[in-house]
């Protein structure tokens, strides 16, 4: 029954992790409903009896292979975590080698995974995650204490996989923390004001895009690794 509704392998894994409290239930009502012909054969009653067990079998299956439908439906949507690694070496002239990566799983066709890699100063105000984490700091924006170094936005595969990674080399500098970020992000940017658009469209649409982000901010936990740089002995 489930292989022939597509629930098997990853899929049937993936599905008793996520509702591993729906899904029995799912399971119990398919069993009752494949169980009642039976039980109208044993009983050997009236032709009516047996007619109403069979429409009852046949209504229970209904409703509990469209619940399993359902349900897998709602695991598959359900977002992975994202995975970032993130390693730093000091060479021996003092610079600094990097190396990140990010996969993240589950994406949505107009959806991105970003890899942001940022040094942070040791006099960043704040913690360093927030650093970590500040999206304004981005590709094109260097703050007093920190500056994003890598910033990539993949979009996904036919299965909604993403992947990225990088290799740098670096001028430490002021740096005392250096960090990796996997988030979500939207493909579409907010809208630029060509001049067709008023002020108020302009803000409106740019109001609209903000909500969808802080929307996908609170289904979706970003992942962060923040290496200390002081701690790292330098080769040789």
């Not at 469209?66 to 070496?89: F, H, K, Y």
């Not at 500040?134 to 910033?151: C, F, I, N, P, Q």
């Not at 979009?155 to 005392?176: F, Q």
Request: aromatic share 6%; charged share 20%; hydrophobic share 50%.
């Amino acid at each position: 029954m489930l292989a022939a509704i597509g629930i098997q392998g990853d899929v049937l894994g993936r599905l008793i992790r996520n509702q591993s409290q729906l899904f029995p239930w799912a399971i119990v009502v398919v069993l009752l409903g494949g169980a009642l012909p039976f039980i109208g054969a044993v009983w050997k009653r009236t032709l009516l009896t047996r007619i109403g067990a069979a429409l009852g079998a046949l209504l229970l299956l209904l409703i509990g292979v469209s619940w399993m439908v359902w349900i897998g439906a709602e695991s598959l949507a359900l977002r992975d975590q994202p995975v970032v690694n993130l390693t730093a070496t000091i060479a021996a002239d003092g610079s600094v080698q990097v190396s990140a990566d990010a996969s993240r799983t589950s994406l949505k066709a107009n959806e991105k995974m970003l890899l942001d890699v940022k040094t942070v100063d040791a006099g960043a105000g704040g913690t360093t995650l927030d650093w970590c984490r500040d999206s304004l700091v981005s590709k094109h924006v260097e703050g007093a204490a920190g500056r994003s170094v890598y910033w990539e936005e993949t979009g996904p595969s036919a299965t909604g996989a993403a992947k990225d990674s990088i290799e740098l080399v670096l001028d430490r500098g002021n740096a005392r923390y250096l960090c990796a970020r996997a988030a979500l992000y939207l493909s579409q940017a907010p809208l630029e004001n060509t001049g067709s658009m008023t002020a108020e469209q302009k803000a409106a649409a740019d109001a609209r895009y903000q909500k969808a982000q802080d929307r996908l901010s609170r289904e979706a936990c970003d992942a962060v690794v923040i290496i200390d740089l002081s701690l790292l002995h330098r080769a040789g």
